[in-house]
């Protein structure tokens, strides 16, 4: 039997998750994780009760919407707003977030980004102590192999 690995298996997650986003400049996934259980989710999309980029367009400046909170954001907002604690949280993310989310991210304790996708400029980017893994979602890179164990009673 093969199995993917737990960052493998959160990342998958974290896709599935961004397929709920509601910008069409990118649909992106975080999840947000602490001691190996999920503690939040977050997808591109607009704050509560105001209209959708797919509904109303995209608020566009210098190429960047202004209308769509980002999934990491959303993340940890959600995290707080349910009260779970981010601290030392690794967060799972399709993309590689920008500086706005990487300075929430250091704000919120969380000290690993595990990610897919590089970010698409080669920004100066505040990594601050953060432990950074790039892993690839559609073509794993380590799969372990678990035999088949039989046990006499």
């Known amino acids: 039997m093969n199995r993917i690995t737990i960052d493998q298996y959160f990342m998958e997650i974290a896709t599935v998750v961004a397929k709920r986003g509601t910008c069409p400049k990118a649909q992106v996934g975080a999840v947000l994780v602490k001691n190996k259980s999920i503690i939040s989710t977050g997808y591109n999309g607009s704050p509560r009760g105001v209209a959708h980029c797919y509904q109303e367009g995209c608020n566009e400046v210098a190429g960047h919407c202004q209308r769509a909170v980002h999934a990491e954001m959303n993340a940890m907002l959600q995290a707080a707003m349910h009260g779970n604690s981010t601290i030392d949280a690794t967060l799972y ?39 950074l893994v790039q892993v690839e979602v559609s073509k794993p890179e380590t799969i372990v192999e678990i035999k088949d164990i039989q046990t006499k009673v």
């Open 93 to 131: 993310c399709t993309h590689f977030p920008c500086n706005h989310c990487l300075k929430g991210i250091i704000n919120a304790g969380i000290s690993k980004i595990v990610y897919e996708k590089p970010y698409k400029n080669g920004e100066n980017f505040i990594t601050h102590n953060l432990e």
